[in-house]
């Protein structure tokens, strides 16, 4: 692992001077007047030859394949030759199982029975890990129904391993009027890294890493580490035990830690004593919607310093790298539980319950005594399960910082002691064992899926009141309940990252201030492949349930609902009207554009006819 100990000086308005670390050599590759010459599609742009909206309130829409404005198949040769080879136009992968002339029995029995225990799907240029925001054009199946169609999915992909790369898509996207996605691992569970008839800027492949010993800005001063914004978290997890150090990643291993889950706030194991994700950003690497590269940090280009550390990604610019904060090694001590109601249960399991409203009391008992687990600068993360004949299984853990097992065996007691109250007469497990944090890991990709999260932030005030505490779970009950009927079930990851903890420059960012009063992040987790508008309603009675009982709380939008009522308010708080003067500012051609991103409300997809009127296939208009 190659540490970078070469450094230049940083002037800033304070007066101070901040040790910063040269460029990756990813972000020191940049567009050049010799690279673009007298291929005008790929020039910078300028926010001075913006027509006034009142001229461009029209019905524009993005320039679309078939289109007398698609860009002809010489100009994007050209855009290819700039890129060095990097422009691809790939068909689905899943194309394979479909009768036509891209089938392939082998690879489609490997694509059914392989992939899912590789990196198939991460290495993937096009695919979102749901595919129902794509339209399910083309699922994957042993059985596949119908013909195989590029759907939602973008017509080109620009593989970006440079700045380069990314400011020649970007420049290309807006000059041609077409519309721009932008896609890193395909985490993605809203429909924002695709898009039909798309240009996608892959950011992937921008792996570089690389370690600061000591680094010094404003208010902090400490180690850190530079990484590109292809960064998976088993590599950063993999980082970290190289260098002995720990930083804030996200829980699942192939989940990008630059990209989307950055940008949008970023919760992990460890929020609750370091803060989010976009808490721990000392610096970004941004090409912005001129095409223009760029630095953004606490005193340079400060408000895209501000919007992109949790006002949402595909927005105001393309982060290509991240300086993020680093901390000593840490251990993690965590303690499981699991409860099943089941009217067959005899006795013989402490664990097995017949009585439903036991079952309830005790899950109650256990997300209550969960808020001194984060005060304990702890994390949560439990299931509930609908299953058959009315029985139901939950399953949970606790994890803390820095406990030994018996510390960790200690704090959980008193929650065993009021379970055995109620009558259930479960022990106390003794054998927890620490485990560091930043361990060596590995990543493998699951295939393309249907998951839909609908989610609400609940607030503290909610365990601190018993009205609200009880009509939180009444409504938590309520929609697990209803989940077996209706394929779904509940998730409930528990977290506090608090101003307090995020520190400096973290607590003055774009996150969501419905993050920094929370207690349990409440997500049904929606399994149904044929999305609809009826689901939705359906959906949204019982999500309604949960906006009830935190009035004026919010949501995750990472791991939200694209259908949200007043998304603007639930994914972005009191942050919104700031961050939609930034968006208007740094984009006013509106290249950047994601469902629930800020700003999107002024335009909209019409969707080819038959489609789910909440996918990405179709062309992206004016509203």
């Known amino acids: 692992m190659k540490v970078n100990i070469s450094f230049i000086p940083l002037c800033l308005f304070s007066g101070a001077t901040a040790l910063k670390p040269q460029l990756l050599e990813s972000d020191s590759i940049q567009l050049s007047q010799d690279d673009i010459g007298d291929f005008s599609a790929i020039d910078f742009g300028d926010k001075t030859k ?51 002339p891209d089938f392939d029995a082998q690879r489609c029995q490997f694509l059914l029975a392989n992939a899912s225990s590789s990196h198939f799907w991460l290495d993937e240029p096009l695919v979102s890990l749901t595919e129902w925001s794509q339209g399910a054009t083309c699922p994957l199946s042993s059985d596949p129904q119908g013909n195989c169609t590029q759907g939602g999915f973008p017509e080109y992909v620009v593989n970006a391993t440079t700045v380069k790369h990314v400011q020649a898509a970007v420049n290309f996207a807006r000059n041609k009027k077409i519309r721009l996605v932008i896609k890193n691992t395909g985490h993605d569970f809203g429909g924002r890294s695709v898009g039909a008839g798309s240009l996608s800027v892959w950011t992937h492949h921008l792996k570089q890493m690389e370690f600061i010993p000591s680094y010094s800005i404003g208010e902090y001063s400490g180690m850190a580490a530079q990484f590109g914004s292809g960064i998976e978290s088993w590599e950063a997890k993999n980082f970290m035990a190289a260098n002995n150090i720990t930083m804030v990643a996200p829980g699942c291993t192939t989940v990008g830690g ?30 912005t919607a001129s095409g223009q590269f760029v630095t953004a940090d606490p005193f340079t280009n400060t408000d895209l310093f501000f919007a992109m550390r949790g006002g949402g990604g595909s927005t105001y610019g393309i982060v290509t790298s991240v300086i993020y904060k680093a901390y000593p090694p840490v251990f993690v001590a965590s303690s499981s539980l699991s409860l099943t109601l ?38 949560c993360f439990s299931y509930i399960y609908p299953r058959a004949n009315n029985t139901y299984m939950f399953t949970t853990s606790s994890s803390f910082l820095g406990f030994t097992g018996p510390e960790a065996v200690s704090f959980m007691q008193p929650l065993y002691d009021d379970l055995n109250e109620l009558g259930i007469k479960l022990t106390n497990p003794t ?19 249907n998951t839909r999260y609908r989610s609400r932030l609940l607030p503290r005030e909610n365990w601190e009141d018993d009205a609200l505490w009880n009509q939180t779970m009444a409504a938590i009950r309520t929609a697990t309940e209803a989940g077996f009927e209706n394929d779904f079930y509940f998730h409930g990851t ?31 987790m929606d399994q149904t492949p044929l999305q609809s508008t009826a689901r939705d309603t359906m959906m949204q009675g019982y999500m309604d349930l949960l906006r009830d009982a935190s009035p004026g709380a919010g949501s995750y939008m990472n791991e939200g609902d694209p259908g949200e009522p007043n998304w603007q308010q639930a ?39 038959g489609a789910y009127t909440g996918s990405q296939n179709g062309k992206l208009c004016r509203v």
């Open 50 to 100: 913006v027509p006034t909206k009142k001229k461009c309130r029209d019905t524009e829409c993005k320039v679309f394949p078939g289109d007398d404005a698609w860009p002809s198949e010489a100009e994007w040769t050209q855009l290819n030759s700039t890129l060095g080879g990097a422009l691809l136009k790939p068909k689905p992968s899943a194309a394979a199982c479909y009768p036509g």
């Open 258 to 287: 630059v990209g989307g889950w950055m940008s949008s706030g970023g919760h992990t194991t460890i929020t609750s004593t370091y803060g989010l994700g976009a808490d721990q950003v000392l610096s970004l690497g941004v090409v």
């Open 342 to 379: 089941s009217p067959t249960a005899d006795g013989t399991s402490p664990s097995q319950i017949s009585d439903p409203e036991m079952f309830w009391q005790g899950v109650g008992t256990y997300y209550r005594f969960a808020a001194r687990v984060l005060d304990a600068g702890g994390y």
């Open 431 to 449: 054998r927890v064992s620490p485990s560091l944090y930043g361990s060596p890991s590995s990543g493998r990709a699951p295939p393309p899926g």
């Open 494 to 524: 528990l977290a506090s990252p608090t101003k307090e903890v995020a520190g400096w420059p973290g607590a003055d960012s774009a996150v969501n201030p419905a993050w920094r009063k929370n207690r349990m992040h409440a997500m049904l």
């Open 571 to 609: 994914f972005y708080g009191s942050n919104y009207q700031r961050l939609l003067s930034i968006k208007q500012e740094r984009d006013p051609w509106g290249l950047f554009w994601a469902p629930t991103t800020v700003g999107s409300e002024g335009w909209a997809v019409r969707t080819v006819d």
